[in-house]
Each structure stands twice: as C-alpha cells, then as structure tokens.
C-alpha cells in the first residue's frame, strides 16, 4: 500500500480542484442574481424557472451531459462559432468540463441562496431600500453578509459536488491525462483496470475531502444557530 502511495500520480486531483474552484466563482456571479430574482418574484414563471434550474439533482448525468456534448461540439452552431472565431473547443478539452460543470452544479448554489434570501427579515431589505441603496448595494452589503450559514453552504457544497463529477465530466471531457482526467474519472480506470489499491487510496481521499466538507459546513451553522438563538 505504501508502495502504491508512493507511485500514485496526484494530478487528477489538482484537477479536480481546479475546475472546482473555477466552477464555483463562476456559478457564484451567476446564481446571486438568479437566486435573488427567484426569492424576490411572484412571476407566474417562477415554478417553471425553479423546475429549470433543479433539472440537473434529477437528471442522470449521461442524459445531461450528452446534450451538452452536442450543443458545444464543433458540429453545433455554437461550437462552429467559438471554433472559427476564437479557436476555442469547448469538448475533450478543460474548457469543456467548466462549462458541463456549471451547468451540472448549477442547482447546488441556487438553492441554498435562494432559501438564504427568502428567510431574511423583510424589513430590513425595505429599510435598505429607503435609505436610498440600490438593489445591487442591497444584495451585497445588506442581504449576503446575513444569511453566512446559506452562503457558506451554497459555496463548499458546489466545491464539493464538483470535485466529485463523474458522468457528464467524462461525456464532455473524455480521460486525457492533464487536461480532462479528474479524480473521479481516474477511479473508474483504476477499478476498470483493477488497481483496486490505487483505487482505494483515491476514493479514502475522495471520501475524507467530502466529509470534512461536510462537517465544517454543518459545524459553522450550529455555531450561527447557537450565536443568533442567545439573542
């Protein structure tokens, strides 16, 4: 086991981490508007746009990232486009697996931000408001710094849900080592090729980073529970 330890190549997770990281601050300017405007609406369009946004938790990851691999493929208008004009590939490439990612974790940042936002004091957004602040100034100064626990959560768990793509990363990026190989997808070949020892190192690693995860966000909101209970 040592030995293996030793031989393992670490790259797919600096990888992994990568796109992560990447995903996160991209579904994070994306999702504070749309969470907001889901929050704030009484649009008759509202389920639907819901429905739209949560379609990812439902659907099997080969179906979603098929349809991503045929809407950016060099074949489909815009491939064809980022292609000719900037030289872009948008499959079997790391520029591919950012844009699959964000729209498989999508929901994981939505969610616990709309939530977020639905559960602040009414009054103090009106106050805001009549104090003459934007509605942009309203979000980032008034409405993100007092709902931590749904920020926070929102944040690590799209980390965490990322890092641990498997099916529309592999549609959408393949396995090139360096580029597309995720931690995810290098389990798969090593149980395929049955380097179960490989295997086991990678998923303990896989299954710690998720749990400690886990537990600092679960950690931090009971310390938010406890502080804001004592009031």
Not at 2 to 24: H, M, Q, V
Not at 52 to 81: D, H, K, M, R
Not at 205 to 214: A, E, P
């Amino acid at each position: 086991m040592l030995e293996t330890l030793r031989n393992l190549e670490f790259t797919p997770f600096l990888l992994s981490f990568k796109l992560a990281g990447i995903t996160t601050v991209i579904l994070f300017v994306i999702a504070v508007p749309l969470a907001w405007y889901l929050s704030q609406t009484r649009s008759r369009a509202k389920p639907f746009l819901e429905a739209l946004t949560a379609l990812p938790i439902v659907l099997p990851p080969s179906v979603l990232g098929f349809y991503i691999l045929v809407a950016l493929s060099q074949n489909s208008p815009l491939g064809a486009f980022f292609d000719e004009y900037f030289g872009i590939k948008l499959v079997f490439n790391f520029t591919g697996l950012v844009v699959a990612s964000c729209f498989y974790s999508l929901p994981f940042m939505v969610q616990p931000l709309q939530s977020g936002f639905e559960s602040l004091n009414k009054n103090m957004l009106e106050a805001s408001y009549i104090s003459g602040k934007s509605k942009l100034t309203t979000i980032l100064k008034v409405a993100l710094p007092n709902m931590k626990p749904a920020l926070l959560t929102a944040i690590i768990v799209t980390f965490a849900h990322t890092v641990g793509e498997f099916g529309v990363v592999l549609m959408v990026g393949g396995s090139i080592p360096g580029e597309t190989k995720v931690a995810s997808v290098a389990i798969y070949e090593m149980v395929e090729i049955m380097d179960y020892s490989s295997a086991h190192i990678y998923s303990i690693i896989m299954l710690l980073i998720s749990f400690v995860v886990l537990l600092s966000v679960y950690i931090f909101n009971q310390k938010q529970n406890k502080k804001f209970g004592a009031f």
